[in-house]
């Protein structure tokens, strides 16, 4: 058994397991597919202090922040919800996604609960023991007709005056003038409890007393019971009140010594569901630092279905105009490919599901943008097999020269897509961070479905009779037909740089006007400016001033500044207000004006809302920028690496021109969201950033592919060639794989532009136009900046030696083989016969060879 036939057994046994990964185990759904929430919480400014106010060492914080997570984690389990997401962020925040989840509120405020649970002695309420105590407990105490809670009064002995519990201001002065509580501003003497929540069992559960009664049972754990035994003994016929945050829940006065450490707390609850919600709350334990949401995002479950029915559709129309691109231009290799492409998707699938990926809307785009870059190491290969056949190579020759040759591109390229992959990973959160991990995945798998897979099933039809027709490779299919007259790219480099001005200088102006309108060149969206944005679906159309008009109705009391964006033909709008999470009566404007619009123009659907915290917009604009810079620092780091050829500052210069010919895509790309941002009010956010990262690492890979045969050519230099010569003849060498590399990647995005839905339709733009972009600059301005630095440097002066003219050969009728030489060109201008080329003057016939 060959090599090929173990590896080809080796594909299948893969592929069987990977189809039962992806039929048995489930997907995990992120918030935009599941509905839910996610917030990120911070910590109260002035709540990471020691018991002298100082602010806690960095150890002493970590140590805290642990602490917080841990408890966390416990509410958010009590809670119920599926595949949560805990992650902190810094020193003091921590970011929670919990998909699935229905009644949010219950479960933030659940989340967000600081209620400490204590137990005091009233030292000061009279008794049998204590008869001259000033306080006197009124009983029986007066029972809430709306909720059916106790609530509890007191009575100066002394003044007659006396205490109810009923609000926030009686329940302070209960605590200190009857409780004695210590305070460390307004009594540092005070009384400090006997115990607290920390001093119970988790095992507290809801349960009815003898009269139906809603009652929370509870255990000790053996320091509490110790402490509580010991002072019940002591204090018989005394009272001990249980307090929860500012609210008194029952006190009872000790009859007897209560030594088995159980207890029940009753008379503080409305039902038996409020009981349950304190069992459960205490026995996650207290938070050890209040937390405030800062920023919240909520989704309608409704939201994933319709986005996934739609991200389905994309990716079936991508996939399949990447097999008919490549089975109508490659012909058998093609279909190969798209065998290889079909693998590919169900490994990529399989390995979201094997490593618990979080799937979401701009991770399924990852994934469907991976289809078309899955293909370009096929076409680099591809055309270079073809190159070879030219040459006149056998086949199973050309296919381990194609491969081998076009493998340094491969790796390049992929290496820098992985570097932005991981830049975004690092500086992003959320669904962000999902299409970084599901493009990058995809990307790794790619190389080996196309060098591994596509690869084996060449070399098994190598000895079929069959596929020995050079009509089944492709050989005369071409974007660029060879002429007489050759095309000199880099000899109009000028030209090129100025139309490449001329593109940029009308975004530059309107990102100047910008900073008039908005206050900064491109409108920012809601992650980058405090506020809040609500989308929604209506079933009829709308119109902004109908939107507008409603939520201002909607909140009378308060000044919101409202803008409008609609889509979908008037039924989809993105609402957005300067609203803020944390300010008064925030979560009631919001369902106020949820509610207006309902009652205007009909119950939405798809409803989601996004709010970001001043604190947070100033945070993810640092980042943004931060993952632009470095992910550009690590490329030219790279390329410099693996460019040099005459040590690493001569390799500097293509990972230098590399990034300047991708700064002209990010100012491309920039100009046209500030001219879209003046005139439609099109807004950016994270993922504009995506878009702009993914399109550097996409622009160079396409440089690359360029730059590597520059490289190659560097080392089969044609006697007397300049490097101007060399460069030029580098590009029409690598053209027709540059724009079929780019061409698979336009493909998918114009899939999911037609079918992917408007919620991120945006996005979708901005990764067309940066991949359009990036051909264009890494085709028209990379190659002609690394010719403009050698000529400054002498490194790309004309040599004195004679130049050799390329000349066409004179054949047959079919074309001879010519032997392997660099010099020949997919683009190239000699007149030379090709499988399907012109007829030449000479008699002899030669047959190829494969």
């Known amino acids: 058994m060959s090599r090929y036939q173990k590896l080809f057994l080796l594909i299948i046994a893969l592929v069987i397991g990977a189809s039962a990964a992806v039929y048995f185990k489930p997907m995990r ?131 007659g005056k006396v205490i109810k519990g009923d609000t926030e201001e009686g329940m302070k002065r209960i605590m200190l003038e009857v409780v004695d509580a210590y305070d460390p501003v307004n009594n540092p003497d005070g009384m400090k409890p006997l115990m607290t929540g920390e001093d119970l069992k988790p095992v507290c559960q809801a349960d009815y007393d003898n009269n139906r009664r809603p009652v929370m049972r509870f255990s000790l754990n053996p320091r509490g019971a110790e402490v509580f035994a010991d002072f019940t003994r002591r204090h018989i016929d005394d009272v001990v009140a249980i307090f929860l945050g500012n609210r008194m829940l029952t006190a009872p006065r000790i009859n007897s010594p209560i030594t088995t450490g159980e207890g029940i707390i009753e008379g503080g609850f409305a039902n038996l569901q409020e009981a349950q919600e304190l069992a459960d709350y205490l026995n996650t334990g207290a938070l050890p630092v209040p937390l405030e949401i800062i920023a919240k995002d909520e989704i309608e479950a409704t939201l994933g279905r319709e986005v996934v029915q739609k991200a389905l559709m994309a990716g079936i129309l991508g996939l399949i105009l990447v097999i008919v691109f490549m089975a109508a231009y490659y012909r058998l290799p093609g279909i190969l490919a798209d065998v290889a492409l079909i693998i590919y998707t169900l490994f990529a699938m399989a390995a979201f599901k094997l490593l618990g990926v979080t799937m979401t809307l701009p991770g399924i785009a990852g994934f469907i943008l991976s289809i078309g870059m899955a293909v370009d190491a096929n076409i680099l290969i591809f055309e270079r097999l073809k190159e070879e056949l030219n040459s006149g190579k056998t086949l199973r020759a050309a296919i381990d020269a194609g491969f081998n040759r076009a493998f340094p591109a491969i790796f390049d390229s992929n290496a820098c897509t992985l570097i ?133 109705s909607a909140v009378p009391n308060k000044k919101i500044e409202t803008s409008v964006q609609l889509s979908d033909r008037g039924k989809t709008a993105f ?207 990379a190659t002609p900046l690394l010719v403009v630095w050698e000529n400054i440097s002498g490194g790309g002066k004309k040599r004195r030696s004679r130049v050799i003219e390329e000349k066409p050969m004179v054949m047959g009728k079919e074309l001879k083989p010519v032997e392997e030489d660099e010099s020949v060109e997919e683009g190239a201008v000699v007149d030379r016969k090709t499988a399907a080329g012109t007829k030449t003057k000479s008699t002899k016939r030669r047959k190829r060879r494969y």
Request: proline share 3%; hydrophobic share 45%; aromatic share 8%.
């Open 420 to 552: 932005t992959c991981a830049v975004l990973y690092s500086f992003a959160t959320g669904m962000v961070q999902s299409f970084a991990l599901t493009l990058a995945i995809g990307v790794i798998i790619s190389l080996f479905t196309a060098i591994t897979v596509t690869r084996t099933f060449l070399h098994l039809l190598v000895n079929q009779q069959w596929a020995q027709r050079p009509n089944l490779f492709g050989l005369g299919t071409t974007w660029i037909h060879r002429t007489s007259k050759q095309l000199n790219i880099v000899g109009r480099r000028n030209w090129f740089f100025a139309l490449s001005l001329l593109i940029i200088i009308p975004g530059v102006i309107f990102y100047s006007l910008n900073m008039g309108r908005y206050g900064s060149g491109l409108k920012p969206g809601i992650e980058f400016k405090p506020g809040t944005t609500i989308q929604m679906t209506f079933d009829r159309r709308t119109s902004v001033t109908e939107i507008i008009e409603t939520v201002a």
């Open 29 to 159: 759904k992120g918030l935009d597919l599941a509905g839910g929430v996610r917030v990120v919480l911070q910590a109260k400014p002035g709540s990471l202090v020691d018991d002298k106010g100082k602010p806690l060492s960095d150890q002493a914080r970590a140590q805290k922040m642990a602490a917080v997570m841990k408890t966390l984690r416990k509410r958010v389990d009590a809670i119920g919800a599926v595949d949560p997401v805990l992650q902190l962020q810094g020193t003091d925040r921590v970011i929670i996604e919990l998909p699935g989840i229905r009644n949010i509120d219950e479960a933030l405020r659940m989340i967000q609960r600081t209620d400490r649970l204590e137990f005091y002695w009233l030292k000061n309420v009279r008794t049998k023991r204590n008869p001259n105590a000033v306080w006197e407990l009124l009983s029986p105490p007066e029972v809430d007709p709306n909720t059916g809670m106790e609530i509890y009064s007191f009575r100066n002995t002394v003044t």
């Open 575 to 781: 609402i957005r207000t300067n609203l803020t999470p944390g300010e008064a009566g925030y979560d009631q404007a919001i369902r106020s004006i949820n509610s207006a619009l309902a009652s205007r123009i009909g119950t939405p659907r798809n409803v989601q809302t996004s709010s970001v915290g001043p604190i947070i917009s100033k945070e993810i604009t640092r980042k943004a920028i931060m993952a632009v810079v470095i992910s550009a620092i690590l490329i030219v780091i790279y390329l410099s690496f693996r460019f040099a050829v005459g040590g690493f500052i001569n390799g500097l210069k293509y990972g230098t021109c590399t990034i300047i010919a991708t700064l002209h895509d990010v100012f491309v790309i920039t100009g046209l969201f500030a001219i879209l941002g003046y005139f439609l009010g099109w807004e950016i956010d994270t993922l504009f950033v995506t878009a702009v990262l993914t399109m550097i690492g996409f622009s160079t890979h396409d440089t690359i592919v360029v730059f590597d045969r520059i490289r190659e050519n560097l080392k089969h230099r044609i006697k007397g060639e300049d490097f101007e010569s060399l460069a030029n003849r580098s590009i029409l060498q690598t053209l027709t794989r540059s724009i079929n590399t780019s061409l698979t990647v336009i493909l998918t995005v114009l899939a999911l532009l037609a079918f992917g839905g408007p919620i991120i339709r945006h996005f979708y733009i901005a990764l067309l136009v940066g991949i359009i972009s990036g051909t264009y600059s890494s085709i028209f301005n």
